[in-house]
């Protein structure tokens, strides 16, 4: 079975800094894709961004970037230029690419403080 | 598209009582998934629907616990009797799989329910 592991539960960064966020996976499939959430207080939990296994590069929204090591099946959020807003806490996810099951499988959440 | 709509947004009721959560989920999307968030537990996923037909629902506590989905708009999760243990926050997600080739499938949220039992 397919497991995420995120290994900080707290983070904290200054205001303008940046941050980067651990997840690790395991999996035997080569098919997949991986998500990172973000919950804010209000606990609406908003896509930050998504990765294909399939893709090499890296994907980025804006701020958000991540690093995705298949091999080490690592899969590390980066948050540039941290913004007061950014405070929440984060969730690694895992979805199977095979039989169309649909389910994510998630970490435990990493929460991040940020200082002004 | 308004998203995924859950209700009630609170809900504080008795031990013994009979809880009902509902939820819209986005149209056109073909699964539907109930989560509970508990901060002893985190994000636990307790069942999900394709096509409005259950397809997994391991996660689900015990008996006390049920899910319907009577048709693609509509979905409930009851709690028939309620304990002080189900108090969590429950989260219903939608996602649409259909139309084949590679779709990352990632999962809607709505604002979810928090249920305290006293």
């Known amino acids: 079975a397919q497991t995420v592991t995120q290994s900080q539960p707290e983070m904290s960064v200054q205001e303008a800094e940046t941050v980067t966020l651990s997840c690790t996976y395991d999996?035997?499939?080569?098919?997949?894709?991986l998500f990172w959430y973000k919950q804010p207080p209000s606990r609406q939990m908003i896509l930050v961004i998504r990765?294909?296994?399939?893709?090499?590069q890296n994907a980025t929204e804006n701020r958000f970037s991540v690093n995705f090591q298949k091999a080490a099946k690592s899969f590390s959020l980066k948050i540039s230029d941290s913004q007061l807003g950014d405070a929440a806490m984060y969730f690694c996810?895992?979805?199977?690419?095979?039989?169309?099951?649909?389910?994510?499988?998630f970490g435990q959440g990493t929460t991040l403080q940020v200082k002004p | 598209d308004a998203g995924v709509i859950q209700s009630p947004r609170h809900e504080v009721t008795e031990m013994g009582q009979e809880v009902t959560l509902r939820c819209k989920p986005i149209?056109?999307?073909?699964?539907l998934f109930w989560y509970r968030q508990t901060m002893m537990r985190g994000l636990e996923l307790l069942i999900y629907?394709?096509?409005?037909?259950?397809?997994?629902d391991s996660g689900m506590p015990e008996d006390r616990f049920s899910a319907k989905m009577p048709n693609a708009s509509f979905s409930t999760l009851k709690i028939q009797p309620s304990e002080p243990r189900d108090s969590a926050v429950y989260f219903c997600?939608?996602?649409?799989?259909?139309?084949?080739?590679?779709?990352?499938?990632?999962?809607?949220f709505g604002e979810g329910s928090r249920l305290t039992v006293l």
């Open positions: 999996t035997s499939e080569s098919d997949y894709y």
């Open positions: 629907f394709n096509n409005n037909v259950p397809i997994d």
């Open positions: 990765q294909e296994a399939y893709k090499q």
């Open positions: 997600a939608s996602s649409r799989l259909a139309g084949g080739g590679h779709i990352t499938g990632e999962l809607f």
């Open positions: 149209s056109g999307h073909d699964y």
């Open positions: 996810a895992y979805r199977s690419g095979s039989g169309n099951t649909g389910k994510l499988i």
